[in-house]
Structures are given as C-alpha cells and as structure tokens.
C-alpha cells in the first residue's frame, strides 16, 4: 500500500499489441544520438530508453504549463518541488521515492503525491510494458496525466478538496480532469508546438488504446473511492481536452459532467455470464434497431422500411462483416464477425449492426450513403441508438458494452464504412462521431 496521499493511476496492462513507436523528434544530423531529453535531472534513474522518453515528456510538459497555465489560471505554473522519480521495481534494493516505503510497492503503477509534490513511475514493469503494446504515446499519456494532478493540486481541486468534500470533488471527477488535461497537452503536441514530441493522428488510436487498458472494471460504481471510469468516460474527457483545451478541462464539475460508470449490469448480462452467443446477437438486437429507427425515421417525416436480414447474397461493396445493401437487405457473413465478437463483446457486433441500420435511415431520409458525411452519420447514428438503450428504463446496456463499442471503433473502420466501402480512416475520429451521437441523440447525425 503507498504512504501518504497518493493518486496512484495504473495497475495493470491489458488489451492487444498495437504499438506505433515513437513520438520523439529525432536528429537526423547524429544517427547516433539515442534520442530524447537527459535524464539526469530524474531521481533514481538509470539513464535508460525509457527514463529518456519520460524525462524528453516531462521537459515538454513543463514548458506547455508555464505557457497554457498563466492564461486559465491566472498565476504561474510552479514547477514540482519534490521532483520527479524513476523506480526500478525488478530489484527490491532499489531506493524507493517518496510516499512509498519500499519500490515493490509501485509495481505497475505511476502516480501523483500531493503531500510530497512528486510524480514517480515504475520503469521496470510498467512503462516498457506500455510501449511495447502501445507505442510511446501510451507513456506520454501516463506522464501527462499525472502531471495533469500536479496541476490540480494548484489549482484547488486536488486531493486536499477531494477529502475534504468528496461529494464536490468525487475520485471520478478528478481523474477525467487529469484525462482531459492529458487530451490538451496531446493536441499541443499535435499541433507542432512541442520542441521534442511529435505525434500523428493515426498515432492518437494507440494512446487511446492505452487510455482505456487502464478502465475500472465492470460493476465499479462512479462513487467508488478509487474509480477512474470506464473506457466512454475516459475517452470522452482526454477527447474533451484534446479538442476544447484547459479551459473546460479547469470547468469540470459533478453538476456539468456526466459519467456512464455504475455499478449497473444488466439483468441480461447476469443471466447470460456478460455476452450473448454470436448466434444470439441479431435476434436479441435487430428488433431494438428497428424501433429506434423507425422512430427516428418517422419523427422526420419520412417512411421506415425495415432492412432484411440475411447471410447471403449478392456483393454490396465492401463494408466489411456487416453490410447495407440500397436494395434493403443487411447482409451478415462470417467473416471476421465472430472473430471480432468473440475478442470484444457482444456490443461490438451490435454497434457495427447499428450503423449499417445508420445506413438504411439515411436512405430513408433521402440523405446520400456514400462519402465522407455518411461515413460521420453511420457511426454517429449508431451512438445515438446506442445512447438510447443506454437510457432506457429498465437499461439494456452496462457499461461493459460501451467499452466494447469504443474498443470497436478504435480496433476496426466497419462502422464507419459507407457503401462503398470508404471509411473514416482514424479511430479517434470514429469515437468522437459516435459520441456525438450517444450523447445528442440522433436528430444531430444529418438525417435532419
């Protein structure tokens, strides 16, 4: 257990290998040159890849709040008193930092410790893990983060406000600050301001990937002491951040801010152990879809014609396992969808199956189903029905199925193909459409 106050933010790793490499600019005059900041100014470290990597984050980290910091805040950034702590948990000897009492204790874990004004990291068992798995943009997240604390703790929401009034400043509250401050410092990086990181747009599904490897598991309830958020929530606030900067992530508030985490799990995940068989699937969901667009369709003044449902026939260009042929038919094949259910969940398959049902409405609408903007429609559609079941009474999705929807969107572009097969190419851009939709309903997904 860690002394002290600690925001400690990761356990464990899970999730598939989809590593992007590196995010640090390097210099194509030294070859040679091993990349990244000197971390000689990191306590404890071994002047290693990975210290390199966190210290080159920490240094840019730095510069961005002493530039972004004075402008929201109106004060200046001070810059962490207790330093910064690389521990090597593979050797108990190893000197531990602040807030802990032996390095073993940090295993798997980076924190933020108010009390001592520290940010330290297990840089044997955690961040090569990350970076293997994940890229370096997955360290970049984790540094972020924490320092994303630092900042709270400046800013009087910290963890002395949350003690003090944890109905004000709920562990879930605090934690999606510190991703959307993560999101704003990724989109500086994005926009070239950084001296010493770079990261593409393709390279934001690995980090988001990372992101929700580290979400509460299902039946944590958002009131929950150590609660983080599930996979919609995490997303969603570094998203926040990324796309509308400090300013909103600084306005968070349990008043303003909704989170999908409950301990809720659906009386249909009890019963079937949490998925339904692949073969069960399209029974259980196809009669929810087409209520919801047919009310969706009708309220707009147009006629709902219900897809038909089948497992052959003729080529309707290439959408993937699920396909929306303009004849009416949803085709469903065996490619890659049991694969895809049996890695994921049960709502994967169901989100892919709402956006071609996505598909079908706008035909319905008079609305074109290929392109770009019927790309961003499917998936945003596919939210909406979502966001629907989510709110149902009695609800007919946990929390579990969203995660399994995000996971969807980040791992594969099916959702977002039109009918010609075209996609959104970014995952990133996947979830933000669909959680345009789940969150604005669909009248927002240009069927209007």
Known sequence: MLAGSVVACTTSVEGRAVSEGSVVTGNPDQPDDPGGVDPSFVENTDGGETDRLVA???????????????????????????????????DAT????????????????????PSADIIAWDRAALLPVLRDRFGDASVMLVIAHEMGHAVQNRTGSGLPERTADPAKFPTILIEAMADCYAGSFVRWVADGKAEHLDIAKERLDSALESLISFRDPIGTDQTDRGAHGDAFDRVSAFQDGYESGVR???DMTVENRTFTLSGFISADDQERGGNLEFAQIIESVTPKLDAYYADLTTKSGKQWTTPKVATTGPDCGDQGPVAYCVDGTLLVTNEDLPTIHEEIGDYATGTLLASRYGLATLTAAGKPVEGPEAQRSAVCLAGAFTGSLFAAKPRFLSPGDLDEAVQVLLDYDYAARDTNGEAIGAGFDRVTAFRQGFTEGGRKCGIG
């Open 56 to 90: 080159t984050v920490i240094t840019d980290l730095r510069v961005y709040w002493t530039e972004t910091f004075p402008g929201t805040f109106d004060k200046e950034f001070e810059d962490l008193k207790g330093g910064y702590h690389s521990v090597d948990t593979a």
């Open 94 to 113: 190893s000197d531990a930092p602040p807030c802990a009492e032996s390095a073993d204790e940090v295993e798997g874990n980076a924190f933020y410790c």
């Open 248 to 250: 909103l992530c600084a």
